[in-house]
């Protein structure tokens, strides 16, 4: 199901990018939070950041550009440039 809603909140746009990371990482949603770090916090590694932003952009129908991924280090960062870059 895609979120394409202009109007989701972020605390809905944090809710789903939670899910997805408990879902890919194994981890109980209820441990992450905006401040999660994707390598320090879930171990994940560059293939894993990468297959992330592909399963991001499907979710929200947004191309998040490598320059902007690279930047995108914490639930928090990804939260705020979903939140802010919704078609």
């Known amino acids: ?5 202009k109007n989701m909140s972020e ?8 899910s997805l990371l408990a879902d890919k990482f194994e ?8 401040e999660t770090s994707f390598t320090k916090d879930l171990d994940a590694d560059s293939i894993d950041l990468v297959e992330f932003v592909l ?3 499907e979710e929200f129908g947004n191309e998040i550009p490598d320059d902007d991924a690279e930047k995108i280090t914490t639930v928090g960062e990804a939260v705020t440039y979903i939140a802010n870059n919704k078609k």
Request: proline content about 0%; charged content about 40%.
């Open 27 to 34: 981890v109980d949603k209820s441990t992450i939070t905006k």
């Open 11 to 18: 605390q809905e746009v944090f809710d789903k990018i939670a």
């Open 1 to 5: 199901m895609l979120l394409k809603e």
């Open 55 to 57: 399963e991001l952009e």
